[in-house]
Nanobody
Framework: QVQLVESGGGLVQPGGSLRLSCAASGSIFSIDAMGWYRQAPGKQRELVATSTSGGSTNYADSVKGRFTISRDNAKNTVYLQMNSLKPEDTAVYYC????????????????WGQGTQVTVSS
């Protein structure tokens, strides 16, 4: 089994910064893509940023230039540095990882973290 544990959420004023972390643990052979999604009240979950094992990154237009995703492959951890935060960034942020396990070596399985709340408000 694989677990994703997020940390780093909280309350921040507009213009402030937060850094989210997500550590994957368990029976992991390798991790393909890791990423962050968010869901605001009454809205669908949306992609924020993703990072492949090769280092390619992808961002939602709404966060380009403000958020940066990074990975520490040795620690199976992904980070999201969020700068210049806006009230519309308020949401529950979820970590996602495509993981190959010893039992599922040829097909990466999708795992989600429990979510961490980010609130941007004065």
């Amino acid at each position: 089994q694989v677990q994703l544990v997020e940390s780093g959420g909280g309350l921040v004023q507009p213009g402030g910064s937060l850094r989210l972390s997500c550590a994957a643990s368990g029976s992991i052979f390798s991790i393909d893509a890791m990423g962050w999604y968010r869901q605001a009240p009454g809205k669908q979950r949306e992609l924020v940023a993703t990072s492949t094992s090769g280092g390619s990154t992808n961002y939602a237009d709404s966060v380009k230039g403000r958020f940066t995703i990074s990975r520490d492959n040795a620690k199976n951890t992904v980070y999201l540095q969020m700068n210049s935060l806006k009230p519309e960034d308020t949401a529950v942020y979820y970590c996602n990882a495509a993981v190959r396990t010893p039992r599922s070596y040829y097909t990466a399985l999708n795992y989600w973290g429990q979510g961490t709340q980010v609130t941007v408000s004065s």
